[in-house]
């Protein structure tokens, strides 16, 4: 089975500009999941969706939103781009939404400079 | 507070050796779900090895086990026989689903460098 994949791998944006990023959940999957990761605050939690629908989500400003179409793929967008941004952002994916041992499986990242 | 502590910024051991990665956490509630993944230079995450609050036995995955006691709540990961290629960031992760929510909550991870 393929593994998650998300594209780009590298992105340089400016500050103000916005930025589109994707990723492809393990087939079956149905759950994603997005993180972002930087130096100062580690691994945090942006948001879920399962069904097309989110779930859940972490304690970011709205320029942060997100969207899963019906084949289970997902986009996170970041609107008004600034320094802060610049992160690895991880996604995840789950084969069923919760569930005690419902192991999360994570793709390579998207490195996001914002310059 | 921090729901995932991990206390050591970094660790050292000699290759063949084993090595002790230690993760406390604070929760309430009385099912929880632990979690190990490394992350490799290359930034992905990789799933290493999990621990429910309700297992009798502690887990284990190849080289991999997990040292969980309950009443203290730490879930340390042993990896056994160190290879080089096991230099790596390794995280503490939890889910709690009674609070609804899919995510996992992580430490700031432990730096492992395997020396030669």
């Known amino acids: 089975k393929a593994g998650v994949t998300q594209t780009p791998r590298y992105l340089i944006k400016t500050r103000g500009q916005q930025v589109t990023l994707s990723c492809s959940p393990i087939?079956?999957?149905?759950?994603v999941s997005w993180y972002q990761q930087t130096p100062g605050q580690g691994l945090q939690f942006l948001f879920e969706?399962?069904?097309?629908?989110?779930?859940n989500k972490g304690n970011f400003p709205g320029r942060f939103s997100g969207r899963q179409f019906s084949n289970s793929r997902s986009e996170m967008n970041v609107s008004t781009l600034e320094l802060g941004d610049s992160a690895l952002y991880l996604c995840?994916?789950?084969?069923?939404?919760?569930?005690?041992?419902?192991?999360?499986?994570f793709g390579p990242g998207t490195r996001l400079t914002v310059l | 507070a921090q729901k995932i502590t991990q206390t050591q910024p970094g660790m050292f051991v000699q290759e063949k050796e084993a090595v002790t990665l230690d993760c406390t956490y604070d929760?309430?509630?009385?099912?929880?779900?632990l979690f190990w993944y490394k992350q490799p230079s290359s930034g992905e995450m990789i799933f290493l090895i999990y621990?429910?609050?309700?297992?009798?036995q502690n887990a284990t995955e190849g080289r991999y086990s997990l040292n969980f006691q309950k009443a203290r709540k730490s879930a340390n990961l042993v990896i056994s026989a160190s290879q080089l290629g096991d230099s790596a960031m390794y995280f503490c992760?939890?889910?709690?689903?009674?609070?609804?929510?899919?995510?996992?909550?992580f430490g700031t991870g432990t730096r492992l460098t395997v020396i030669p």
């Open positions: 995840a994916s789950s084969s069923q939404a919760g569930g005690l041992e419902d192991t999360q499986y």
């Open positions: 087939s079956g999957h149905r759950s």
């Open positions: 969706y399962f069904s097309e629908t989110q779930r």
């Open positions: 929760t309430s509630d009385p099912s929880y779900g």
């Open positions: 621990q429910g609050s309700y297992d009798q």
């Open positions: 992760a939890m889910r709690e689903p009674s609070t609804g929510a899919n995510n996992l909550f």
